[in-house]
């Protein structure tokens, strides 16, 4: 089956009890037992819900994943997936990912004994020198938040694997169906749900999917001990989204690529960072690996003074965090979603005080380049 009949139908099936066609919100915390040990498949809300397991049937088809689970938000799904790591053994880390991702590392896993390492993975040269004989792990996000470099993963993930090392990559900046991951050899594929599988800036969540039984029986055991759980609600809200996911993407990355080509011809901006320009350093690699380049820009505007200038002078786009909704979001990177990375590391991945960040959503794209252009002059 194609990819869209995938996203509407699987996970989908009518309501075995009334015939309903949309999978009802189960808003239960537990279920009635017919005798002592006896159920129907489902004890207690924390462990099972049927929203939630229709969901995570639905993303788990869509990544070419045998199994998937869904988490509260994209960094306890990245949490659980770090549980698969004890004290002593080391990550090698992206060196340009999710702020959020580096402040678990970081500020939290560091004290109890991971050790960890960034790289930058879209060298394998850097990358394989980054190994240490305890590397249990390699996470990587390509396109990368927010400068978009690209990273091979089937490269990445047969220099891994020759080591002995699981590869887990976030798949969040171009969903499942731009870039399957699994299919290139990766282990692990973590979402942020938030954003462009839910796509309407309504639900906070998390999403694991993986082919490896013994993983998954892990991941799984980690959900329902430390209970980070998608709630019915917002699995009915995703579950919802993932429908329109192939038709929202399209919009996404036919606007994206007219807006980044404007901005590139734009005298008030010093560079853009977009996979899908041919002055990408891997756009090359980004044609082969993604079917799309989506919606997320990247742009310099030289100073703090001109990116603050652009985003309080936006009327259309919205200034806040997140991404993947279908209203168009903008979004200054040092100071909101990687405020916790170093400064000087900042500046060293290109993430300077002049960046900004825009999701672009799916309104008329001649309006987002007026408000753009308006914003920019």
């Given at each position: 089956?194609?990819?869209?009949?995938?996203?509407?139908?699987?996970?989908?099936?009518?309501?075995?009890?009334?015939?309903?066609?949309?999978?009802?919100?189960?808003?239960?915390?537990?279920?009635?037992?017919?005798?002592?040990?006896?159920?129907?498949?489902?004890?207690?809300?924390?462990?099972?819900?049927?929203?939630?397991?229709?969901?995570?049937?639905?993303?788990?088809?869509?990544?070419?994943?045998?199994?998937?689970?869904?988490?509260?938000?994209?960094?306890?799904?990245?949490?659980?997936?770090?549980?698969?790591?004890?004290?002593?053994?080391?990550?090698?880390?992206?060196?340009n990912t999710y702020g959020g991702t580096y402040?678990?590392?970081?500020?939290?896993?560091?004290?109890?004994?991971?050790?960890?390492?960034?790289?930058?993975?879209?060298?394998?040269?850097?990358?394989?020198?980054?190994?240490?004989?305890?590397?249990?792990?390699?996470?990587v996000e390509t396109p990368t938040n927010p400068?978009?470099?690209?990273?091979?993963?089937?490269?990445?993930?047969?220099?891994?694997?020759?080591?002995?090392?699981?590869?887990?990559?976030?798949?969040?900046?171009?969903?499942?169906?731009?870039?399957?991951?699994?299919?290139?050899?990766?282990?692990?594929?973590?979402?942020?749900?938030?954003?462009?599988?839910?796509?309407?800036?309504?639900?906070?969540?998390?999403?694991?999917?993986?082919?490896?039984?013994?993983?998954?029986?892990?991941?799984?055991?980690?959900?329902?001990?430390?209970?980070?759980?998608?709630?019915?609600?917002?699995?009915?809200?995703?579950?919802?989204?993932?429908?329109?996911?192939?038709?929202?993407?399209?919009?996404?990355?036919?606007?994206?690529?007219?807006?980044?080509?404007?901005?590139?011809?734009?005298?008030?901006?010093?560079?853009?960072?977009?996979?899908?320009?041919?002055?990408?350093?891997?756009h090359e690699l980004a044609k082969r690996q993604?079917?799309?380049?989506?919606?997320?820009?990247?742009?310099?505007?030289?100073?703090?003074?001109?990116?603050?200038?652009?985003?309080?002078?936006?009327?259309?786009?919205?200034?806040?965090?997140?991404?993947?909704?279908?209203?168009?979001?903008?979004?200054?990177?040092?100071?909101?979603?990687?405020?916790?990375?170093?400064?000087?590391?900042?500046?060293?991945?290109?993430?300077?005080?002049?960046?900004?960040?825009?999701?672009?959503?799916?309104?008329?794209?001649?309006?987002?380049?007026?408000?753009?252009?308006?914003?920019?002059?």
């Amino acid at each position: 089956m194609g990819f869209s009949t995938i996203a509407i139908h699987a996970g989908n099936e009518p309501d075995i009890a009334t015939g309903a066609v949309s999978v009802p919100i189960y808003q239960t915390s537990t279920y009635a037992q017919d005798a002592l040990g006896k159920h129907k498949g489902y004890e207690y809300a924390r462990t099972q819900n049927p929203t939630r397991a229709a969901l995570e049937k639905n993303i788990a088809a869509l990544e070419n994943a045998k199994f998937g689970y869904a988490f509260a938000s994209g960094m306890s799904a990245i949490d659980a997936v770090l549980k698969l790591v004890k004290a002593g053994e080391h990550v090698i880390l992206g060196d340009n990912t999710y702020g959020g991702t580096y402040r678990l590392f970081n500020r939290i896993l560091s004290n109890y004994g991971v050790e960890f390492d960034l790289a930058d993975t879209t060298d394998a040269a850097n990358l394989e020198s980054a190994f240490r004989p305890n590397t249990k792990m390699v996470f990587v996000e390509t396109p990368t938040n927010p400068v978009m470099t690209v990273t091979d993963l089937q490269a990445v993930s047969d220099l891994a694997h020759g080591r002995g090392a699981t590869v887990v990559c976030d798949n969040t900046f171009m969903s499942p169906y731009f870039q399957q991951p699994i299919n290139f050899g990766v282990d692990i594929v973590v979402h942020s749900t938030t954003k462009y599988l839910n796509g309407h800036s309504d639900s906070v969540g998390g999403f694991v999917a993986l082919n490896d039984e013994t993983d998954a029986e892990w991941i799984k055991f980690v959900q329902n001990g430390i209970g980070a759980i998608l709630s019915p609600f917002d699995s009915f809200l995703v579950l919802r989204g993932t429908k329109t996911l192939a038709v929202r993407m399209e919009a996404h990355d036919k606007n994206g690529r007219i807006v980044a080509n404007f901005l590139a011809e734009h005298p008030g901006v010093k560079k853009v960072y977009y996979p899908g320009l041919v002055s990408h350093p891997q756009h090359e690699l980004a044609k082969r690996q993604q079917t799309g380049f989506g919606g997320m820009v990247a742009f310099e505007t030289g100073s703090l003074d001109n990116a603050k200038k652009v985003l309080e002078g936006v009327k259309l786009c919205t200034l806040g965090e997140s991404l993947g909704g279908v209203e168009s979001l903008i979004s200054h990177p040092a100071t909101m979603t990687h405020a916790s990375v170093p400064a000087e590391t900042r500046e060293k991945l290109g993430i300077t005080d002049g960046l900004v960040r825009i999701s672009v959503g799916i309104e008329d794209v001649e309006d987002i380049i007026e408000d753009l252009d308006q914003a920019l002059s």
